[in-house]
């Protein structure tokens, strides 16, 4: 929201909607108390607001994520809430459920409270004012980056990790090898899907297809999809897993279709969950850079609480640059050489 669009909401011209904010005296009260209420109303920021943001440090920062349940994201929150709390910051903490209203909503509450940046994982459509109100505040990208948002971004090389994956099974023998991810919309389930397709030349991905599912990262999604995979006429010998929250719905999938890991069905995880320790077996998974991306976020956040720093947005932006950090792949025992090929 800005003062032109305020203006043009409220049937007033650009300058007396400024004077109204700015308390000026020509301003009748009945008016500028309109004016407050509809900027309250529609969440305009001041610009005076965005001043005082960028150059007085509140100790004060945004993390913003999309749950509280992805395995990779309650270690990062735990890892920066430890650091914060050992250097008296304050960490604010906002969840979307992946969500672009409630993503505005939350950007819009930190920014409010003067917050003196803010790192986000962004939904996957976000907002035109939640646009807008990234150019007004330093902010980082979390793990996913969307075209939209001129921001630099932390995040990991998805499309290696996936590769990862697929050439252990190819090299265990494995040639007919399905694949679960998260929906294209989101720069994560795009990256890691292209990182599977190109391993394969385009004859082998038109034969794959019905071994490709993708869909919303919720753990519902990678129990339905499998079942469906292993339904079809020639079942994977091998599978690949897009998103840690589909591991549990999986492996409980293969339990109920008697499907033995990794006997019948090899299995490479994305990202190691807190729960595999309860499994018999070790997983083969994606090892994710948990740490160095913590890390990463800490050093940015030590840069917006310095006090002597006062960087604008645009050379706050200018002056950071993105980091997309190499994953590694674990091999377990949830993967075996295929001795008999179906």
Known sequence: MTIKK????????????????????????????????AAREYGYIPNSAARALRNASTG????????????????????IAHVAAERSWQMMLGITSDKPEMEHTALLRLMTARVDGIIFAPTANPLPETQE?????????????????????????DRHGI??????????????IGYIGSSEELSTGYERLQGFLQCFTPTEQAALQALIHIGPPQAGFGGDAFRRIMAADMPPTALVLGSPRYAMS???????????????????????????????????????????IADACVAIIERLMNPDQTLTPEAFYASTESQIFTPLLVAGDSTKALIARR
């Not at 990862?164 to 023998?173: D, P, Q, T």
């Open 163 to 176: 590769s990862l994956a697929v050439k252990h099974l190819r090299e265990l023998g494995h040639e007919r």
């Open 250 to 292: 999986i492996l409980l999938a293969a339990k109920e279709k008697n499907i033995r890991i990794p006997d019948d069905l090899s299995l490479v995880a994305y990202g190691d969950v807190s729960w595999s320790s309860l499994l018999e077996m070790k997983l083969t998974y994606i090892s994710l850079p948990e740490k160095q």
């Open 6 to 37: 305020l203006a043009a909401i409220l049937g007033l011209s650009h300058t007396t909607v400024s004077r109204a904010l700015n308390d000026h005296p020509a301003i009748s009260q009945a008016t500028k108390e309109s004016v407050l209420r």
């Open 133 to 157: 109100l990234i150019t007004r505040t330093n902010a980082v990208q979390l793990l996913r980056k969307h075209r939209s948002l001129q921001a630099p971004v932390i995040a990991i090389d």
């Open 60 to 79: 004060a920062f945004g993390l913003v994520i999309p749950d509280i349940q992805n395995d990779f994201f309650i270690t990062v929150t735990n890892a």
